[in-house]
């Protein structure tokens, strides 16, 4: 059966992966402005503080991983009280060596491994829209592994180490998010695969996009009357059913129109689900904002379309 979570990372194509060792010694603060990318981070050895905006702040310790889809504001500080130094994330240098917070003498209280990458999908921002604003994972030993042959496929120039990068931080994506999508609290995905009836449905809009779904249909295959399936969805994911679908449906469709052997507009509207080429185009265009063909024709100039 289609996997949901594993179509979702596939599509967002993650890309341009960077890593650094970071350390932190004596009395430190670092506050960041939002960064936007996705970013994570493996704890190595000590204990220290994270507080990103709108989330309740977090002690990480050795072994702890965390993921931000989006990368918002945070303040990341040793145990001792201190006026945070704030620094921009556009700005800090690209360097293979251990970037030092604190203290720069003596052994460090605190080291992580962090990073960050860019998703390539064209679609990006409605994609990580259904992923939770922080991931904090706990005790779970192949994510610190993960992050480490990242780190080290990172600093190597060898045949193949973009693409090797792209699967290593395609795996660690899954790894995190279905970690923690027990415990997923926050609308979206994770929370909408979390919940066994609500998932059959879900694994069917992505197994038969094309299919003319109804929520009847769908919450007949939940095994849930129709009223008690829409809530059920629409509080767990974010979305209503249909919403869901079209969304799924216009990601798809941008992922085909991308591609350099892009089919025409018309298999394009038949694979996610339209009638015709016209039907198509109307929905695209009221949901993107521009025709799927001139989508196309900027995608193919080099030019990155309006989302």
């Not at 779970?140 to 090797?164: C, H, I, T, Y």
Request: hydrophobic residues 45%; negative net charge.
């Amino acid at each position: 059966m289609t996997d949901p979570l594993a179509e979702v990372i596939a599509l967002l194509r993650p890309r341009a992966v960077f890593s650094k060792v970071i350390s932190g010694a004596g009395a430190w603060g670092v506050r960041y402005s939002a960064f936007g990318e996705p970013s994570f981070c493996t704890m190595l050895e000590g204990q220290c503080l994270l507080a990103v905006d709108g989330q309740e702040p977090l002690t990480l310790a050795a072994g702890d991983f965390v993921l931000m889809p989006a990368t918002p504001g945070f303040t990341l500080s040793g145990l001792e009280p201190v006026a945070p130094v704030t620094m921009d994330p556009n700005l800090v240098p690209a360097s293979e060596n251990e970037l030092r917070h604190g203290d720069p003498d003596g052994p460090p209280d605190v080291r992580m491994l962090g990073g960050y990458f860019a998703f390539d999908s064209p679609d990006a921002s409605l994609l990580v829209s259904l992923l939770p604003t922080l991931l904090h994972v706990r005790g779970v030993e192949r994510l610190p592994v993960l992050v480490k042959l990242v780190r080290e496929e990172s600093l190597d120039q060898r045949p193949g180490r973009d693409l090797v990068l792209a699967r290593l931080v395609e795996i660690l994506l899954i790894e995190a998010l279905r970690s923690s999508s027990a415990q997923a609290t926050s609308q979206g995905l994770l929370r909408g695969l979390a919940d066994a009836r609500l998932a059959v449905a879900m694994r069917l809009m992505h197994e038969d996009p094309a299919r003319a779904w109804t929520v009847e249909e769908l919450a007949a295959q939940a095994a849930l009357s129709r009223s008690a399936f829409f809530n059920r969805f629409l509080r767990a994911v974010g979305l209503r059913p249909m919403e869901y679908l079209l969304a799924w449906r216009m990601a798809l469709a941008k992922d085909l129109l991308r591609r350099h052997d892009a089919p025409a507009i018309a298999e394009v509207a038949e694979r996610v689900g339209y009638s015709s080429a016209s039907t198509f185009s109307t929905a695209f265009s009221r949901h993107v904002g521009e025709a799927p063909g001139r989508y196309a024709r900027a995608l193919a100039a080099g030019h990155a379309p309006a989302l």
